[in-house]
């Protein structure tokens, strides 16, 4: 979680090394996947041949196999796209646009995906279901880092958290440590009231 752009591009940086810190990130990932937040993509260019592009990136060759074909369609029924599969990119919703690009991570192989704001342009019904579909990737062996804002559903899906304070100095907690009133006026210079459930809990500002 950053407070603001900056922020963001301090935290990537800790996170694949660039920056040393007090805190210890080990780095043992072999592949890393990283979706900005606001992806380029080539126009007139379809869903289908767009997600086929990961599989040229470190290859020579005229065609995907048909192993990889069925990848791709695996992925698109997962996210609830494959009806979309033939469809140019550039006439998707944006929350599609989204949903598409992290089905490129998910297919890449990756064994650390870094998104930025992975569930923007989404309402909050396919927030959730991108939430989810990342946080059950730690089950079979895949990290994703993710930057997001809203405290609540990253404290609802998220594990371990690190944030940057104004004066960049870096908070690393579990769930149960960083989510304090201190640790987020630190993070965001705003007041916050920690509000826990019978289920879950959650984050809201004080005005």
């Given at each position: 979680?950053?407070?603001?752009?900056?922020?963001?591009?301090?935290?990537?940086?800790?996170?694949?090394?660039?920056?040393?810190t007090d805190i210890q990130?080990?780095?043992?990932?072999?592949?890393?996947?990283?979706?900005?937040?606001?992806?380029?993509?080539?126009?007139?260019?379809?869903?289908?041949?767009?997600?086929?592009?990961?599989?040229?990136?470190?290859?020579?060759?005229?065609?995907?196999?048909?192993?990889?074909?069925?990848?791709i369609n695996n992925i698109?029924?997962?996210?609830?796209?494959?009806?979309?599969?033939?469809?140019?990119?550039?006439?998707?919703?944006?929350?599609?646009?989204?949903?598409?690009?992290?089905?490129?991570?998910?297919?890449?192989?990756?064994?650390?995906?870094?998104?930025?704001?992975?569930?923007?342009?989404?309402?909050?019904?396919?927030?959730?279901?991108?939430?989810?579909?990342?946080?059950?990737?730690?089950?079979?062996?895949?990290?994703?880092?993710?930057?997001?804002?809203?405290?609540?559903?990253?404290?609802?899906?998220?594990?371990?958290?690190?944030?940057?304070?104004?004066?960049?100095?870096?908070?690393?907690?579990?769930?149960?440590?960083?989510?304090?009133?201190?640790?987020?006026?630190?993070?965001?210079?705003?007041?916050?009231?920690?509000?826990?459930?019978?289920?879950?809990?959650?984050?809201?500002?004080?005005?």
């Amino acid at each position: 979680m950053g407070s603001n752009g900056t922020g963001k591009s301090t935290l990537l940086k800790i996170i694949t090394g660039n920056i040393k810190t007090d805190i210890q990130i080990e780095n043992s990932f072999k592949n890393i996947f990283y979706l900005p937040q606001n992806p380029y993509y080539p126009s007139s260019i379809t869903t289908f041949d767009y997600l086929s592009s990961i599989f040229f990136k470190n290859n020579w060759k005229w065609f995907i196999s048909n192993e990889e074909k069925e990848k791709i369609n695996n992925i698109l029924m997962k996210i609830g796209l494959y009806d979309k599969k033939n469809i140019s990119i550039e006439n998707l919703s944006g929350g599609e646009i989204q949903k598409i690009n992290i089905a490129l991570g998910l297919i890449s192989d990756a064994d650390i995906l870094l998104l930025d704001e992975p569930a923007s342009n989404m309402d909050l019904n396919n927030q959730v279901n991108i939430l989810k579909l990342l946080k059950n990737l730690t089950y079979n062996n895949i990290t994703s880092v993710i930057i997001m804002h809203d405290l609540s559903l990253a404290l609802k899906y998220g594990d371990n958290f690190i944030g940057i304070t104004k004066e960049n100095k870096i908070i690393q907690k579990d769930s149960q440590e960083f989510f304090s009133m201190e640790n987020l006026k630190k993070i965001f210079n705003m007041d916050f009231e920690i509000i826990k459930g019978q289920n879950n809990t959650y984050v809201q500002i004080i005005d």
